[in-house]
């Protein structure tokens, strides 16, 4: 069973169990022969308990994603990114960093934007995108196609976008120094981020 992701084991795992559930007791009422039928019927049950802790298992393993700033922290940041399903989700702000996780719908991007006082880091955790930036709106001059465990460095006043070209969600984390959002930042959707500017 190949998995990417803790939380993507314990789902695969999950979905195994009640798998062979359904088996064993298919098996189980099919069979017409007692002793056989009972060894069936204790295989589901079993199936059923591991089910059910690997349910458990897998609901304890969601991440919190909220804003921990100004805290000493530590997190799984590939996990947190791959789980965050909203547009933009901060997770941490203190006076001179910002870290953020982001999902973009396929065919979607970031938003073409400059930031005039700081630079920005961003990591391709999961998804395929297009890089643009440049001096001004209209010349975008730098182009660079980039996917998983890619890096992109935004200097200080160069207008940039970075589009999902690829058929998934492209799942990043952004570092911006100083912070760019305001502490506790959730924007569900592009259209929420774009209404709060």
Request: glycine content about 8%; charged content about 25%; proline content about 3%.
């Amino acid at each position: 069973m190949n998995f990417r992701s803790y939380q993507e084991g314990l789902q695969k795992a999950y979905e195994a169990e009640v798998e062979d559930y359904h088996e064993y007791r298919n098996s189980y009422l099919l069979t017409q022969y007692l002793p056989v039928g009972n060894v069936f019927f204790r295989a589901f049950a079993d199936e059923i308990e591991h089910a059910t802790r690997f349910g458990c298992l897998r609901q304890e393993g969601d991440m919190q994603l909220t804003d921990f700033g100004n805290e000493p922290f530590t997190i799984n940041i590939e996990e947190a990114t791959l789980q965050n399903e909203t547009f933009r989700t901060a997770i941490w702000t203190g006076k001179n960093l910002q870290v953020t996780v982001m999902s973009i719908d396929v065919g979607d991007d970031i938003g073409l934007e400059v930031h005039e006082t700081g630079d920005q880091f961003i990591r391709v955790e999961e998804g395929e995108a297009l890089v643009q930036m440049g001096d001004s709106k209209d010349n975008l001059d730098f182009e660079s196609r980039v996917s998983d465990d890619f890096a992109i460095m935004i200097p200080e006043g160069k207008w940039h976008n970075v589009t999902n070209i690829g058929n998934t969600k492209l799942k990043v984390y952004v570092i911006y120094a100083p912070p760019e959002h305001p502490f506790g930042t959730v924007h569900e959707t592009k259209a929420d981020a774009e209404a709060a500017e």
